[in-house]
């Protein structure tokens, strides 16, 4: 159950819930809000409503906006990351590496909660908190690609990286144009071309002299 199923599922006045299910459905609410409204537009007073709490429940979990802010922030570039890691991890075949880190950021970007605009599009990036968690998950996934990048390639750290925050940075841009445009391409046709375009360019490093050599139909 998603955090805003969770807060559908908890909104009646009245309802005493664990600790954690009302934190998970204060999330949902603030989700709901944030998203809809961005942060500055946002007041703690249509969280508690959304959620169906009194403002003094919603501050028995979150001492203020921006701390409920950035619990929520928390909350969804670990799931990024986790989706990027799950998808390295999901196949020892290169393409369907790439094809899996690619499909990874498209259904970040489709996910019906829009929490990915909390972690992409914020309007909150000049606070301090925000910007490095942004910063900080950004890397965390380019530095997953590396690590596999590093490990099949004779391409040094460095090298690797750089590649790495190239393709992660274009899968999130073009994911988020793809969404924005409302284009008319299906998911995985959209996951297909930006795959052939990204494996055109990264099968042409060789596997590690150990390995033999990367061809573009091979693995």
Same mark, same amino acid.
């Given at each position: 159950? /998603?955090? !805003?199923?969770?807060?559908?599922?908890?909104?009646?006045?009245?309802?005493? *819930?664990?600790?954690?299910?009302?934190?998970?459905?204060?999330?949902?609410? $603030?989700?709901?809000? %944030?998203?809809?409204?961005?942060?500055?537009?946002?007041?703690?007073?249509?969280?508690?409503?959304?959620?169906?709490?009194? #403002?003094? =429940? @919603?501050?028995?979990?979150?001492?203020?906006? &921006?701390? *409920?802010?950035?619990?929520?922030?928390?909350?969804?570039?670990?799931?990024?990351?986790?989706?990027?890691? /799950?998808?390295?991890?999901?196949? /020892?075949?290169? #393409?369907?590496?790439?094809? $899996?880190?690619?499909?990874?950021?498209? $259904?970040? =970007?489709?996910?019906?909660?829009?929490? %990915?605009? *909390?972690? %992409?599009?914020?309007?909150? /990036?000049?606070?301090?908190?925000?910007? +490095?968690?942004?910063?900080?998950?950004?890397?965390?996934?380019?530095?997953? !690609?590396?690590?596999?990048?590093?490990?099949?390639?004779? @391409?040094?750290?460095?090298?690797?990286?750089?590649? $790495? =925050?190239?393709?992660?940075?274009?899968?999130?841009?073009?994911?988020?144009?793809? &969404?924005?445009?409302?284009?008319?391409?299906?998911?995985?046709?959209?996951?297909?071309?930006?795959?052939? *375009?990204?494996?055109?360019?990264?099968?042409? %490093?060789?596997?590690?002299?150990? +390995?033999?050599?990367?061809?573009?139909?091979?693995?």
């Amino acid at each position: 159950m /998603t955090a !805003i199923e969770q807060t559908e599922a908890a909104r009646p006045r009245g309802t005493r *819930l664990p600790r954690r299910a009302r934190r998970n459905q204060l999330l949902g609410a $603030a989700q709901e809000v %944030f998203v809809a409204q961005g942060y500055h537009s946002a007041a703690m007073d249509d969280i508690a409503e959304r959620a169906g709490v009194s #403002k003094p =429940v @919603l501050y028995q979990h979150f001492p203020g906006k &921006l701390e *409920l802010y950035l619990a929520l922030l928390d909350q969804h570039c670990e799931a990024l990351l986790q989706a990027v890691r /799950t998808a390295l991890a999901s196949t /020892t075949d290169n #393409k369907l590496r790439v094809a $899996a880190t690619m499909d990874a950021y498209f $259904a970040y =970007v489709e996910d019906e909660g829009g929490a %990915f605009r *909390l972690v %992409f599009e914020s309007d909150l /990036t000049n606070e301090p908190a925000v910007r +490095e968690r942004v910063d900080r998950v950004s890397l965390q996934c380019a530095e997953a !690609i590396s690590d596999v990048i590093a490990e099949d390639t004779g @391409l040094s750290k460095d090298e690797s990286m750089l590649l $790495a =925050v190239g393709l992660g940075g274009v899968s999130q841009v073009v994911a988020r144009y793809w &969404l924005s445009s409302e284009s008319a391409i299906p998911r995985d046709k959209a996951v297909a071309l930006l795959t052939s *375009l990204a494996w055109r360019g990264i099968a042409g %490093f060789p596997l590690h002299p150990t +390995e033999g050599q990367l061809s573009a139909e091979g693995h």
